[in-house]
């Protein structure tokens, strides 16, 4: 059963913010790109860090920011792509007393069709020479740089991603719906047929678990289902394939369990789109929840 209601745009009126234009004539927002915010622990204070895999053209790069609790960026860091294709390197700054130290090591690194790095690599984020963030299946090189002799493993939760995705008919993405939970095959299929009104079907790996028909009229919507026992919300708004006349793309947002005191506002899903965290939830495990935005782009 389709429960049609506003496609959600936020979780609450603070928190971390991945923002997507979603404007259909803005075709400089068609990057292959993935955005993952993690939320980090160190003992002064927490914050978030958001790490963004950009694959151009020719070449890659890699942007990580941090913010601190009061939602105040700490810095930001640019690897532009000739930086990136020296595939190791590190930054090392001082904001406001904090010492900031981001190492990362590519050398090995290998990619599939998406920006992010499948293995071999490593990056780590230390703020005041406390490791918060290490990414990766290379972590030596990464312990080695931070000169710690109470080293402990960072206390980072994996809260959100926004990837961008391609296709004509098909769109393909893997992910997992909680922080250490097992990834999965996500596949959506666009059927452009008159027969059933036009067509949307979602399988997670490769069994359906949702069908959307008649899109003209359920352009929007929203329907609850059950992956590794966990409750995942999976909405859609489907608006921009079915009636721009340019170039634009469809939205399909997964939201894992959050805490029932959070609810989403009431923001029009016309206004370019933003998924806000919540920092409210963040010291209790069972308030923790993920989210994952795809942009799907159709490849005309």
């Avoid at 009061?70 to 001082?94: D, H, M, Y």
């Avoid at 002799?149 to 960072?154: A, C, E, G, V």
């Amino acid at each position: 059963m389709v429960k049609m209601k506003e496609f959600p745009s936020c979780f609450s009126e603070s928190g971390v913010q991945i923002a997507s234009s979603s404007s259909a004539n803005n075709k400089s927002a068609a990057q292959n790109l993935v955005t993952c915010i993690y939320q980090y622990h160190s003992l002064p204070f927490s914050g978030f860090i958001t790490v963004t895999w950009i694959k151009h053209i020719m070449a890659q790069g890699l942007t990580i920011g941090i913010e601190n609790p009061a939602k105040q960026p700490l810095c930001k860091v640019e690897i532009k792509p000739w930086l990136f294709s020296k595939r190791k390197g590190s930054k090392n700054l001082v904001v406001n007393s904090t010492t900031i130290d981001i190492h990362w090591d590519l050398s090995c690194a290998k990619f599939g069709a998406s920006p992010e790095p499948l293995e071999g690599f490593h990056l780590s984020v230390a703020l005041n020479q406390e490791l918060c963030l290490l990414l990766g299946d290379s972590p030596n090189g990464a312990h080695k740089k931070i000169d710690n002799s109470s080293l402990s493993l960072p206390k980072a939760t994996f809260v959100a991603k926004r990837e961008h995705i391609f296709g004509k008919k098909l769109y393909n993405s893997k992910a997992q719906f909680y922080d250490k939970g097992k990834k999965h095959d996500i596949r959506i299929e666009y059927d452009s047929s008159e027969s059933f009104g036009k067509c949307l079907n979602m399988y997670i790996d490769r069994k359906e678990v949702l069908q959307v028909t008649h899109l003209k009229w359920k352009f929007r919507g929203n329907q609850s289902i059950l992956v590794d026992g966990v409750s995942v919300e999976v909405y859609w708004d489907v608006y921009s394939w079915l009636f721009d006349s340019v170039m634009g793309n469809a939205i399909f947002l997964f939201r894992s369990h959050v805490a029932e005191k959070k609810l989403w506002s009431n923001r029009s899903p016309f206004e370019p789109f933003a998924l806000k965290r919540s920092q409210d939830n963040a010291d209790s495990s069972q308030g923790h929840g993920f989210s994952l935005v795809l942009c799907a782009w159709k490849n005309e």
